[in-house]
Every structure is written in structure tokens, then in C-alpha cells.
């Protein structure tokens, strides 16, 4: 199961399609996913980019300047913006298939394939965003998103579970339940974009509130400031859940 996401990933036409996917959904930085590694040369970006976009000097000048350290360097907002706009793709795909499924027009067997690789895309862009593209992620950082994704999947097949057994109603409340799913990759580009700072030498970070509304726990926790990086609750750790729009600042 935790191998799945890599596998997924690292199998060049699945990640050529899921990168033609990003590049359509997310028009402002279609080749964000690619980034360059760490301490790439501009001649090695140019050479690698190639295969997805003819190398144009200042398109990969300025694309080396942005990921000089890793997506980090992009603001937060931008960066945000890209994922969030690749996560309503997703979200309308996952309630596209759950609508069929309640109305019979859909089995679930199929609707579980939809639902597999939603979570495959969603979760596995985030969390290759967070850790600079591609080019970027880590074993440790492949190794978080895999355990992260193989919970996700475990949450799935008690969902397919539970509709099959009729403790889910096929209704509106499943059309929710399915999104969440999607929504849940915030908090995995989080958690990655966590252990990246930490490595880089940070030791404290705060809970910064997001634009929604915040449930009691967000608010708790933003006001706890300034604390040790990795002490406080994740992103979606917390009464609102998926649709939690925190994220988190470090020094």
C-alpha cells in the first residue's frame, strides 16, 4: 500500500500524464511540478525541461530563480493558489463520480478507482509541491507522503465499506464525505513543507489562520504563537477538519 504513491509517480507515463493535467488545470505556473532540484545548474534545468517544453533562456532563468531553495521560495499565497486550483479539478472529478454512484449510474467498483486515484493525484502534487518538484523530494519526503497517502486509502476502503454494508446513505452526506478526501491534501503539503523547514534549521513555528472560518481549535492554536516546530496539531487536526485553510510560518 505505501508503495503505491511512488510507484504511481515514478512511473514516467503516469507522471508525464499527471503533469500534462497540472499544466492545463493550473494555467498561471503549469511547470511548477517540475521545479528543479536543490542545487541544479541552469544548463541541467534547460537540458531536463525539454522533454515537456522547449527550453526558452528566460522562461528557465526565471524559473531557476524561483526555485533556487525549493518551491519554499515561492510566497506561500502563490504557491497556494497553484495547488488549490488543482484541487478543485479533483474535487469536481470526485463529485462527478460520487453523484453517479448515488444515482445508480455508476458501480462502486469503478467509483473506487476514481476516488484511488484522486488521492493518488491530490495528495501526491501536494506533497511534490511542498518539497520543491520532482526534482526536489527526498526519501524522507517520499516516506511521509506514502504513509500519509497509505492512511488515506485505509479511510477509503472503510468508506467502500460502509456503503456497501448501507451505514453511508448514498446522499448528499456522501457527496461530502468523498470531497474531504481531496481536501485533505492541505494538510499533507503541510506536513511535508514541515519536515523541510526543519531540516533547513528552523525550530519554531506558529499556526497562521487561513481566509474561512475558523472553528475554535484553529483559533486556540493560533494563539499559542511561537513554539517548537512539530509541537503543535496538523493541518486538519482540528474541529474543522479537511476544510481547515491554516497553514504554517517558521523562523
Same mark, same amino acid.
Given at each position: 500500500?505505501?508503495?503505491?504513491?511512488?510507484?504511481?509517480?515514478?512511473?514516467?507515463? $503516469?507522471?508525464?500524464?499527471?503533469? $500534462?493535467?497540472?499544466?492545463?488545470?493550473?494555467?498561471?505556473?503549469?511547470?511548477?511540478?517540475? %521545479?528543479?532540484?536543490?542545487?541544479?545548474?541552469?544548463?541541467?534545468?534547460?537540458?531536463? &525541461?525539454?522533454?515537456?517544453?522547449?527550453?526558452?533562456?528566460?522562461?528557465?532563468?526565471?524559473?531557476?530563480?524561483?526555485?533556487?531553495?525549493?518551491?519554499?521560495?515561492?510566497?506561500?499565497?502563490?504557491?497556494?493558489?497553484?495547488?488549490? %486550483?488543482?484541487?478543485?479539478?479533483?474535487?469536481?472529478?470526485? %463529485?462527478?463520480?460520487?453523484?453517479?454512484?448515488?444515482?445508480?449510474?455508476?458501480?462502486?467498483?469503478?467509483?473506487?478507482? &476514481?476516488?484511488?486515484?484522486?488521492?493518488?493525484?491530490? #495528495?501526491?502534487?501536494?506533497?511534490?509541491?511542498?518539497?520543491?518538484?520532482?526534482?526536489?523530494?527526498?526519501?524522507?519526503?517520499?516516506?511521509?507522503?506514502?504513509?500519509?497517502?497509505?492512511?488515506?486509502?485505509?479511510?477509503?476502503?472503510?468508506?467502500?465499506?460502509?456503503?456497501? &454494508?448501507?451505514?453511508?446513505?448514498?446522499?448528499?452526506?456522501?457527496?461530502?464525505?468523498?470531497?474531504?478526501?481531496?481536501?485533505?491534501?492541505?494538510?499533507? #503539503? $503541510? $506536513?511535508?513543507?514541515?519536515?523541510?523547514?526543519?531540516?533547513?534549521?528552523?525550530?519554531?513555528?506558529?499556526?497562521?489562520?487561513?481566509?474561512?472560518? #475558523?472553528?475554535?481549535?484553529?483559533?486556540?492554536?493560533?494563539?499559542?504563537?511561537?513554539?517548537?516546530?512539530?509541537?503543535?496539531?496538523?493541518?486538519?487536526?482540528?474541529?474543522?477538519?479537511?476544510?481547515?485553510?491554516? #497553514?504554517?510560518?517558521?523562523?
Amino acid at each position: 500500500m505505501l508503495q503505491e504513491v511512488r510507484d504511481y509517480w515514478y512511473d514516467h507515463s $503516469e507522471r508525464d500524464r499527471i503533469l $500534462e493535467n497540472w499544466a492545463r488545470v493550473v494555467e498561471k505556473y503549469p511547470y511548477l511540478l517540475l %521545479a528543479v532540484p536543490r542545487n541544479a545548474s541552469v544548463d541541467s534545468i534547460r537540458a531536463g &525541461s525539454k522533454r515537456y517544453k522547449p527550453a526558452e533562456d528566460l522562461y528557465w532563468d526565471a524559473l531557476l530563480l524561483l526555485y533556487w531553495l525549493g518551491a519554499a521560495v515561492l510566497p506561500y499565497s502563490e504557491l497556494m493558489a497553484a495547488l488549490e %486550483a488543482f484541487l478543485a479539478f479533483w474535487r469536481d472529478r470526485v %463529485a462527478a463520480a460520487s453523484k453517479k454512484l448515488i444515482f445508480g449510474k455508476m458501480p462502486i467498483l469503478r467509483w473506487e478507482r &476514481s476516488m484511488r486515484q484522486a488521492v493518488l493525484m491530490a #495528495h501526491g502534487a501536494a506533497g511534490v509541491l511542498a518539497s520543491g518538484g520532482f526534482a526536489s523530494i527526498t526519501e524522507a519526503e517520499w516516506g511521509v507522503l506514502e504513509k500519509i497517502v497509505g492512511q488515506q486509502m485505509a479511510l477509503l476502503d472503510r468508506f467502500k465499506a460502509q456503503i456497501l &454494508s448501507g451505514q453511508q446513505p448514498l446522499d448528499g452526506r456522501l457527496l461530502v464525505r468523498a470531497r474531504m478526501y481531496v481536501d485533505a491534501a492541505r494538510g499533507t #503539503h $503541510e $506536513e511535508i513543507r514541515r519536515g523541510l523547514f526543519a531540516q533547513r534549521g528552523y525550530k519554531e513555528e506558529r499556526r497562521v489562520l487561513g481566509v474561512a472560518e #475558523h472553528c475554535p481549535d484553529c483559533l486556540a492554536y493560533a494563539a499559542l504563537g511561537w513554539q517548537p516546530i512539530g509541537t503543535l496539531p496538523p493541518i486538519g487536526d482540528s474541529a474543522c477538519k479537511t476544510n481547515c485553510h491554516c #497553514h504554517f510560518e517558521y523562523r
